[in-house]
């Protein structure tokens, strides 16, 4: 096995903790509410208190991954979010539970950011959609593990029992990263000197600040920033409200979300290995632009179409079977809108996946805020489903306009305008 496959492995594992941290709350969600007395729109801040602080810390933690490598700050990051996790299960009332969420998202924010790093540092371009979609298919695991782990904890021992078992693991997953891992291939012992010339040579670490000056000017990086505010209108739907809406709004019981609830996480989970995979198969037939932008308008595509079919049934087995077409097109995508942003950010790509992720997070907390307002205003499940499904439409259209072949910081001194940047890796395309 070739030493980077290890790296994407134990990454991997990284990615389950995530989802399994960040889940568990959405899980236990009607129970939480019960017992702390909540109503649905105070329920929509404590979900969104997470977002708010992972989407202002994400560019800053991502900046540090640049400058000081991901080993560290990765594992920085999971202790933080683990002892948050954990202390969740303390709480006692609405602010208490709004505090410990919005500290828990200030410790997670430039998790994925800092991954993206290790991937660009790690794996050739023409493997990195992969890589990436390896990553997310774990997470969804992460996702569908989630309920079957969660809910037998908590109906023997109680909601807070489920937040102090799962802190413990992303402690020991910190210390083995921080021991095991290094930050470039050629610093790590047992890497061969053949992998680190296949790996080709990584995006430079050197200790310099993005030119945010000059990648502000580029419309490429906000056209990026809004499809991916667009995506995840509909992909924190699943983290923050599935269960809720079972529950609430198709009448599921514990029982019904034991059986189902982990499908659309399935469905997810392999929708991400096959978009890596037919990204980066696609880039080497037709070219990064089309490879790339392919893989988005069809996943985002079919994403709004099995949304919107979820709105048309009220069968348990048929709103199951959309919302898990649903979330295979949105993650279908979501492995080509990160390698977009180690194709155009090079040494900056924790940077740049940081922007993009704070976009999308606002997406994220507006969602899971609104949905909540909705909810209790109209008393429908149903009708916070529509701007999710416009979103889906809109990070489709987004597609159009991403162009991987155009960097966002111009290495050379000669080459100033996007343009002549985008020539010339066009001709290195050909």
């Known amino acids: 096995m070739k030493y ?29 509410q019960k017992d702390l007395g909540l109503t649905s729109a105070q329920w929509g801040w404590v979900l969104g208190a997470f977002i708010v602080a992972y989407a202002t810390f994400e560019i800053p933690s991502g900046v540090m991954g640049d400058r000081i490598g991901p080993r560290k700050v990765l594992t920085r990051i999971v202790i933080w979010w683990s002892v948050f996790t954990s202390l969740t299960g303390l709480v006692r009332g609405f602010a208490d539970l709004v505090i410990t969420r919005f500290l828990f998202g200030v410790g997670e924010a430039g998790a994925y950011p800092n991954a993206s ?43 807070r029992t489920s937040f102090f078992v799962f802190g413990v693991f992303g402690v020991a997953w910190a210390l083995l990263w921080y021991r095991w891992f290094r930050d470039v291939p050629k610093e790590k012992r047992g890497v061969s000197a053949a992998e680190v010339a296949e790996i080709g040579e990584a995006p430079s670490h050197r200790h310099r600040g993005l030119p945010w000056w000059v990648i502000l000017r580029r419309p490429n990086l906000w056209w990026i920033m809004l499809g991916y505010h667009a995506h995840c209108w509909p992909a924190f739907f699943y983290l923050t409200w599935l269960f809720t809406f079972l529950e609430g709004g198709r009448g599921f019981s514990k029982s019904d979300l034991l059986q189902l609830s982990w499908v659309p996480f399935i469905f997810g989970a392999l929708a991400n290995v096959l978009g890596g995979i ?50 295979a097109g949105s993650d279908f995508a979501l492995p080509a809108a990160w390698a977009v942003c180690l194709d155009v950010g090079g040494e900056f790509s924790g940077a740049v996946t940081g922007a993009m992720n704070t976009a999308g997070q606002i997406g994220s907390f507006l969602a899971t805020v609104l949905f909540g307002y909705l909810v209790e205003s109209y008393g429908s499940y149903d009708l916070p489903m529509i701007p999710i499904v416009v979103m889906a439409i809109i990070s489709m259209l987004g597609w159009f306009k991403i162009d991987p072949t155009e960097p966002l910081v111009i290495e050379h001194p000669g080459l100033t305008q996007p343009s002549v940047a985008a020539a010339t890796i066009r001709s290195r395309q050909v």
């Open 117 to 159: 790093t290790t991937i660009s540092r790690w794996f050739p371009k023409t493997e990195r959609a992969r890589a990436q979609g390896v990553i997310w298919m774990a997470s969804k695991l992460g996702g569908a593990l989630s309920p079957l782990l969660v809910i037998p904890i908590q109906q023997k021992y109680g909601w």
């Open 4 to 32: 980077r496959h290890r790296v994407l492995g134990v990454l991997s594992i990284f990615a389950v903790i995530t989802y399994v941290d960040r889940i568990c709350i959405s899980v236990g969600g009607k129970d939480i």
């Open 278 to 327: 037919a990204s980066d198969y696609l880039v080497q037939r037709i070219g990064i632009k089309w490879g790339r932008r392919t893989v988005g308008l069809v996943g985002h595509g079919l994403s709004a179409v099995f949304i919107a079919a979820v709105l048309f049934t009220q069968d348990k087995g048929m709103t199951i079977f959309f919302l898990a077409l649903g979330y």
